[in-house]
């Protein structure tokens, strides 16, 4: 697939490590938010949601904090394994509208 | 589940070709979005469809590109002509449509045009 890594920030982990990737967006009206996983040669696969009446949500090890008040959003994937070596995007949506707008993603790099 | 479908994986023309990338949405979802990835610009919404309506075609680039959604199983995006800038992964997402509707989507067709 192409590689979108030349240009993105990177968090390289150890396996077994807890990883946390963060994202700020900047539209105050986002209410809804998403965070997406890309590996190479693929489209993003959805990984888990959390709406802005939430602070936090929690997936099967992962976990998703809304922060309003400063607008961040972060995903933390608990003992880390080679296969979640990806690109990881937020994206946000605005109430009333039906598309999304991404972030520019995080490479996450996960070494046996 | 088969998922969001797009063909062809690859297509790799000559600047002045034209172009038609497809699409098949997954079964019972309403809306249809096709985005564009560069390392530059990241993850850009081209066009999205409502029921096979376009409702919002403010990131198409320019006239050279359209798309079409004739029903509700497939879409089309052309490139006429095409230009060595428009070289970038287009990927295909369909959704249950609506505000907190997760888009799900294919894996892409990469376009090189040299």
């Known amino acids: 697939g192409e590689s979108v890594g030349l240009h993105l920030p990177t968090l390289s982990v150890q396996e077994g490590d807890n990883s946390i990737i963060n994202c700020a967006y900047s539209?105050?009206?986002?209410?809804?938010f998403i965070w997406y996983k890309q590996e190479s040669g693929k489209g993003p696969q959805f990984i888990i949601d959390?709406?802005?009446?939430?602070d936090k949500r929690q997936g099967q090890r992962v976990t998703v904090l809304l922060n309003k008040t400063v607008k961040h959003l972060s995903l933390q994937i608990a003992a880390t394994q080679p296969g979640d070596s990806a690109v990881y995007f937020c994206a946000e949506n605005v109430s009333g509208y039906s598309t999304l707008t991404f972030g520019k993603g995080t490479m996450l790099l996960v070494s046996p | 589940d088969a998922g969001v479908i797009q063909s062809p994986r690859h297509e790799v023309t000559e600047m002045g070709q034209e172009v038609t990338l497809r699409c098949k949405p997954i079964?019972?979802?309403?809306?249809l979005f096709w985005y564009r990835q560069t390392m530059m610009r990241g993850l850009e919404l081209l066009i999205y469809f409502n029921n096979n309506v376009p409702i919002d075609d403010s990131g198409m680039p320019e006239d050279r590109f359209s798309a079409k959604m004739p029903n509700a199983s497939f879409s089309t995006l052309k490139i006429q002509p095409s230009e060595p800038r428009d070289s970038a992964v287009y990927f295909c997402?369909?959704?249950?449509?609506?505000?907190?509707?997760?888009?799900?989507f294919g894996n892409g067709t990469r376009l090189t045009v040299t």
């Open positions: 997402a369909s959704s249950l449509g609506g505000y907190g509707s997760p888009l799900h």
């Open positions: 539209n105050s009206a986002s209410d809804y």
């Open positions: 079964s019972g979802h309403n809306s």
């Open positions: 959390i709406r802005s009446n939430m």
